[in-house]
């Protein structure tokens, strides 16, 4: 296959401002508060992410006492500092022998119940750092639409660049591990949600682009997007935004252009299937609907998908069609058409196909051990037409599932190719205007591998992908494309300063 | 003003089976287990109702530790056994000296957390006594279309009664303290929910009227109604019915000719001023709809007003439109066009107007001390066009609401007449055949005018109402029309066996 287009990389270096503070108080049978407080740190910031604050488990196992008292403190430790083939990362040097004890020994007992977050705090944290009035009111002469934003999670830091001269704009301070960036619906604005559920609004017409509001929505979030809807209900473009958190479970939506809370709403409920009461129903991903109203949220533990129109909120109503997808709900995105919605269970080795008109689960497709999509990519298929593609967690290999049900009936909801990649990887790449697929390796276990992305080119998707080693350190991960379609820009990921 | 119609009077003496176990235990400065298990069960059953089962209040003052501490015990033992001006009833006389001691000792303490109810236990419980199959095919020789349903609270039971003829046909055991009777959209069966969560669903076809299936949703109940939309998108007569719990807060979906559990919706969530994060919104009262495939269920603690859409139940989708209204919603019902839903927020001395069209709060109305209009009553005024109207708990009097935008937009959301009743009451019944308006004075402290009933005439709505003693004993309440409007029975309520 032929790389078509001007491929240029931009290699950027995350680096984590290495952090690990001697623990030397005597370990005692019992944790006292000091220890039981690092301990629950360490948990919250390492390990809840996967099992939950209250340990239920999600992407990875319950960790309750009644599991973990079975199995000794020096066992559990030494699982911490190995990882396991399941997909545990090993925490030896990353984590301390201690606080690998610290933390096994918590494990023994009961978790506490995290505090809730109303809407007091949620008010209180709001900073509006550049009222509407006073923020430019013309673009910048650069060309803002081909701005860059790049995150480095573990020192919380967003850096903007000038996708045109490379230049790096501003480096911002956004708050603890930032999970993602998202663009508003105008393009305007930048919006960072981090994992202490603090949503921090870029401003891009700033020059330099600079942080117009802050807020903290809660103690642990993931997600964030705006509304996008614009049609015969009205002009929703950028009027609000909504994050959604890990915890407490729930939503939060504000207005788009200053982040001041509006509601705040609760995912506490019932599984979809066996009807059992979860106390920590995480949403796990937003995408918000350019054909209604509508936030699409995915909520992780309940595998329920919740459709919220808030197209009435001005009148103090909120819609929810919670629709019964797949436990383990990750993130998604959607097909071509942007009729349905396509979320990976990745547990459940499912992707559930939301029909977003219709209101219900159109399919649930098995595809590979653990998909991750990210958002997934979309492009016409030489023989199967529409299709959507996601690669894996648990195996080198990208699915390809046809999307188009009324086209395609025979091949709609169903993996028609399954590619082969270098490794096991998160995420997949690529533009309308461009022929390539870019898809990483980052979980291989083998380091050059990590540092290569596959390339399949949708004009001949039958041949060999071509592997890219693009790095000699780190690890590549998010590819994005420029504006023009004709440059796509890596992060190089690197635990430690380089 | 003249009674019109012919008017009988059925006088039914519900009786309460007298239990008062001696509580011997000597007092401890701590609760033993013993007495805890005991004080939670007298707590439960005499005071949750009002000040919620975690006693955070809603009718009733919120009664967590912080609360209560600053009091001491033999304080708390006297406002129990005196009642309160607020509406607090005296439980001298039901609770003995003991009881009211220890449970004014467990109000010092923290409350405990009631146990979860999910679809395992709800279904263990499900009993389909008689299956579909093996019911009548046709309905019995007598005019089934005018039986009645009498609750007798407090030894849990139902009878069914011959309209026509006055015969009792069949008392049934329903569980602890049924709360409502409702019948379903076809009319063939009457549906009772206890405190105990305990649904029963009586087959009117069966000779006698019998038993057909029971259900436990939860451990504390007060609402109960079956699908009653026919039109466009389908036909749900008597399709599904659900019930609203006090604990959990949830509501569950069931088959509306089996009972058979299909979902459970939480409404763990937050208040709708000041989004508080509240850990048990009650379910008050259901309302179902003819104009949308809906169930209309007031959440009480949140003030939230849920518009339920049943309609893709099949498909695994269940859509909740979250209404903003008031809190400590309680009861109501519909206007005369069905489009609107009136209900009290009786602790707030307002009436909330939704409107089930354009999904939103209508109106607040102000109209006296605490309404509590149990359906309500609509008629026409001679001036102001459709009007639904409420008693009130703390005051002699019904408020008279406009209920009609279009045609009378001064007058609607507006009270238009206060009409002085003999005393304090719960309920108002009409019929459209009907010339007369029957209000209850069941709260008065004046025993003559609790057994009396205030009749007012809507030809003659201006004149003085007429107040008719029809007991010399207990207090009269729940007033019903037979089927052709001219009869109207009433309970006689007596909390001793006579």
Request: negative net charge.
């Amino acid at each position: 296959m032929a790389l078509t287009g001007v491929l240029k990389l931009a290699i950027l270096a995350v680096s984590l401002a290495a952090s690990a503070p001697a623990f030397a108080e005597e370990a005692a049978p019992r944790l006292s508060d000091s220890e039981f407080a690092r301990a629950k740190q360490i948990y919250f910031d390492r390990c809840a992410g996967c099992h939950g604050t209250l340990r239920k488990g999600a992407t990875g196992p319950n960790l309750e006492p009644e599991k973990t008292r079975v199995i000794p403190v020096e066992s559990l430790a030494i699982v911490l500092a190995e990882g396991t083939a399941g997909g545990m990362p090993p925490w030896k040097g990353i984590l301390s022998n201690e606080e690998m004890e610290l933390v096994s020994r918590y494990l023994h007992l009961d978790p506490p119940l995290p505090p809730e977050w109303s809407m007091d705090q949620v008010r209180e944290s709001w900073k509006l750092v550049v009222p509407v009035d006073k923020r430019p009111k013309s673009p910048p002469k650069r060309n803002w639409q081909n701005y860059f934003g790049v995150i480095q999670r573990d020192v919380g830091k967003v850096s903007v660049i000038d996708g045109d001269t490379k230049e790096v704009l501003s480096t911002l301070d956004t708050g603890f591990a930032v999970h993602i960036l998202r663009t508003s619906a105008s393009g305007r604005y930048m919006y960072s949600i981090g994992r202490d559920g603090k949503a921090t609004m870029i401003d891009l017409w700033m020059d330099p682009p600079g942080i117009a509001a802050e807020i903290k929505t809660g103690i642990d979030a993931r997600s964030i997007d705006t509304s996008k809807y614009k049609g015969e209900l009205g002009d929703f473009t950028d009027t609000y935004a909504v994050v959604g958190n890990y915890w407490p479970p729930h939503y939060v939506i504000m207005k788009g252009d200053t982040l001041e809370p509006l509601k705040i709403v609760s995912t506490r409920g019932y599984t979809y299937d066996t009807n059992e009461f979860h106390p920590e129903p995480r949403v796990a991903s937003i995408v918000s609907s350019h054909n209604a109203p509508e936030f699409v949220l995915n909520i992780k533990e309940t595998g329920v998908v919740l459709l919220v129109d808030y197209s009435k909120l001005d009148a103090g109503t909120v819609t929810e069609t919670k629709i019964n997808a797949e436990r383990f709900l990750h993130d998604g995105g959607w097909d071509s058409t942007k009729r349905y919605f396509l979320v990976a269970a990745n547990m459940r080795n499912k992707v559930a196909a939301i029909d977003t008109l219709e209101r219900k689960l159109a399919a649930l497709i098995e595809t590979g051990n653990k998909p991750h999509p990210g958002r997934g990519a979309n492009w016409t298929d030489p023989e199967y037409g529409p299709v959507w593609a996601t690669p894996h967690m648990g195996e080198p290999m990208v699915a390809v599932i046809g999307t188009d049900p009324e086209g395609h009936p025979e091949h709609a909801w169903k993996v028609v190719r399954k590619i082969p990649v270098a490794g096991n990887g998160l995420f997949i790449k690529t533009h309308p205007k461009s022929d390539n697929i870019w898809v990483d390796n980052i979980l291989s276990k083998d380091a050059e591998v990590a540092q290569t992305l596959t390339v399949i080119s949708k004009s001949d998707i039958g041949a060999e992908p071509i592997n890219l080693r693009l790095s000699d350190w780190g690890k590549l991960v998010h590819m994005e494309y420029n504006r023009a379609g004709d440059e796509v820009w890596v992060s190089v990921w690197e635990r430690r300063a380089r």
